[in-house]
């Protein structure tokens, strides 16, 4: 079986994307082919004497999440994250994410199944390493960063891993309805698209996890995790907002470089301030500064946030997720353009309404 699988997963690697790729392709096979090798079910786990029984109260608490999902949330009620794998590695991918030295724009590539992207994953880091190295030497701007999990979009069983499962309860919740929510809608090409949709679920979700099983203090390491988050996504888009509007600038490269300097220089102190001044010392997002700032960290901000306003007003508008997976179903039809165009005009703020006391104290002196 095991030679068919490798024969046939060589063969396509070959019809889609020739001889070039064919090591690339290869690898995914491979890594992929090794998370179903390493999973087994959980009650299979929760059965073995040997399990740690900390690893233990983990998966049963993922199965509970994992109920909730379906029950609460509509998610997809299949095989997905009912399984468990070991990793002996921190990550279960390592992502190469380059744009040009002077733009944001990041470089894309283009798969049959995910369609165009912007990132590429190797299970290896050496691997990713490897190819970074030759993305900087064309004289791009690269980040390599670890993933904990990713959607294979419903196509394969995707288990749970050593790599997220001893996230806290709310985290780990989160990353299992972010997950799951890429099984219900997918656009091939459009990033912003499929990760603000999945965020708004994971979003909405992880607040109804928290009203059912949650307890005060749990709710309020979250809501300071939430409110870090929003504070870091803030900076980097505020100086992301920077970067583009010095790109524009009609300008010296030489200029353009020098400035774009000054700015990565500025969110590092800003960050620094932020984590003394508004975090209480709080250090979570260091690994971010571990390497020198580039474009490429800052290139997929807009992926996930771009459209987040948008569908958080629609499943408000819906009401319920079945409905409003069904508005996002209906809108994924759509050319990229309309879909944006709505999304757009959904994430716009209320009008601001007459403000009726101040207009009575207004006029009542004049009677």
Request: proline residues 5%.
């Amino acid at each position: 079986m095991r030679a068919r699988f490798w024969l046939a997963a060589g063969a396509c690697a070959l019809m889609l994307a020739g001889c070039a790729q064919f090591k690339y392709y290869f690898q995914a096979a491979q890594g992929q082919y090794a998370l179903w090798s390493e999973a087994r079910p959980i009650e299979d786990w929760l059965g073995d004497p040997a399990t740690d029984p900390k690893l233990k109260a983990r998966l049963e608490k993922a199965l509970l999440i994992r109920r909730f999902a379906v029950k609460e949330l509509g998610l997809p009620d299949n095989a997905s994250y009912r399984n468990y794998a070991a990793l002996n590695r921190p990550y279960v991918l390592w992502n190469v994410v380059a744009t040009p030295s002077l733009s944001l724009r990041p470089i894309q590539w283009c798969f049959p199944i995910a369609g165009c992207v912007s990132y590429r994953g190797y299970y290896s880091k050496e691997d990713a390493e490897a190819y970074a190295d030759e993305l900087r030497k064309e004289g791009n701007d690269v980040q390599l960063g670890g993933v904990p999990a990713y959607s294979t979009l419903g196509w394969f069983s995707d288990p749970l891993l050593s790599s997220f499962i001893n996230y806290s309860d709310a985290e780990l919740a989160r990353m299992v309805f972010h997950e799951l929510a890429h099984q219900v809608a997918y656009v091939q090409g459009d990033s912003r698209f499929n990760e603000a949709f999945a965020t708004a679920v994971e979003e909405a979700g992880v607040q109804r996890w928290l009203d059912m099983y949650g307890n005060p203090a749990m709710r309020e390491a979250y809501e300071r995790y939430s409110v870090r988050r929003r504070d870091f996504l803030d900076l980097l888009v505020r100086h992301r907002a920077l970067l583009a509007a010095n790109y524009a600038r009609k300008v010296s490269d030489k200029k353009k470089r020098e400035e774009k300097l000054r700015i990565f220089a500025s969110l590092k102190e800003e960050y620094q301030l932020m984590k003394i001044n508004s975090w209480g010392g709080y250090a979570g997002y260091d690994r971010f500064f571990a390497e020198p700032l580039n474009n490429a960290h800052l290139a997929s901000v807009a992926t996930y946030n771009d459209f987040l306003p948008g569908f958080r007003a629609l499943l408000a508008q819906e009401k319920t997720f079945p409905r409003f997976y069904a508005a996002v179903q209906g809108m994924s039809t759509l050319s990229l353009q309309e879909r944006q165009a709505r999304l757009l005009h959904l994430g716009q703020p209320p009008p601001p309404q007459p403000d009726t006391v101040a207009t009575q104290t207004i006029v009542s002196p004049d009677r």
